[in-house]
């Protein structure tokens, strides 16, 4: 059972370059999550989707996309990477009113 | 996020209980989690709480839950070196958690 399996596990980018954080689960959960984490800010929601085929902006949506591509896999791009957007993302899953289950996390810089 | 609060920093000595405060805003809240981050990991489920209950204990964890005050706490006995973490606070709203800033937990020797 590999639970959420996030990749990269590290990435470089320089300023305006793009990219996509792919994100998988095995759990049939039917909700799928991206934050990021800053020193001093705990976790900050991104985008999220409550169903397949459903997407949400969350608290700091700004210079970030998403697709849902099925029921196991919940990606995030950035299409212009900024400096401001050097942080560790989390990808995470769940049911409605169980637990959730994280990624191990994406270190991203932007130089 | 600005909807829970917690202590950045808590120091104890090893054999001693921690005890980790958070506040939260959103009185509809169904479930209350705490989740502990190692250093270069991912978030570990540590223990939930439902919001209908006042405590619930699980080995060395103790949860309590003032719901009038919207007040959480996490209690960990005899706290080890492998306690050492961040510990985070977290409340479910519709489909997503909002979490707080962590409390980093140093255990001395």
């Known amino acids: 059972n590999a639970g959420v399996t996030q990749t990269p596990k590290f990435q470089v980018l320089k300023t305006g370059q793009s990219m996509t954080l792919q994100c998988a689960q095995d759990?049939?959960?039917?909700?799928m999550y991206w934050y990021r984490q800053d020193p001093g800010m705990g976790l900050r929601l991104i985008y999220y989707s409550a169903s397949e085929g459903t997407t949400d902006k969350g608290e700091v949506p700004n210079g970030y996309n998403v697709s849902r591509l099925n029921k196991r896999e919940f990606s995030l791009r950035l299409e212009s990477a900024a400096p401001s957007q050097t942080s560790v993302y989390f990808c995470?899953?769940?049911?409605?009113?169980?637990?959730?289950?994280f990624g191990s996390g994406t270190r991203l810089t932007v130089v | 996020g600005e909807d829970v609060e917690q202590s950045l920093f808590l120091s104890v000595r090893e054999g001693d209980s921690s005890v980790i405060n958070c506040t939260y805003t959103?009185?509809?809240?169904?479930?209350l989690y705490w989740y502990k981050q190692e250093p270069g990991a991912g978030l570990q489920l540590l223990t939930y709480i439902f919001s209908n209950m006042d405590m619930k204990q699980d080995q060395r964890l103790t949860v309590l839950l003032n719901k009038k005050d919207k007040h959480l706490s996490l209690r960990i006995a005899d706290t080890q070196t492998g306690d050492s973490a961040i510990y985070f606070c977290a409340e479910s709203g519709d489909y997503k958690l909002s979490f707080g800033a962590g409390t980093t937990v140093t255990v001395r020797a």
């Open positions: 995470a899953s769940s049911d409605r009113g169980g637990g959730y289950t």
């Open positions: 759990m049939n959960h039917n909700s």
């Open positions: 959103d009185s509809s809240s169904t479930y």
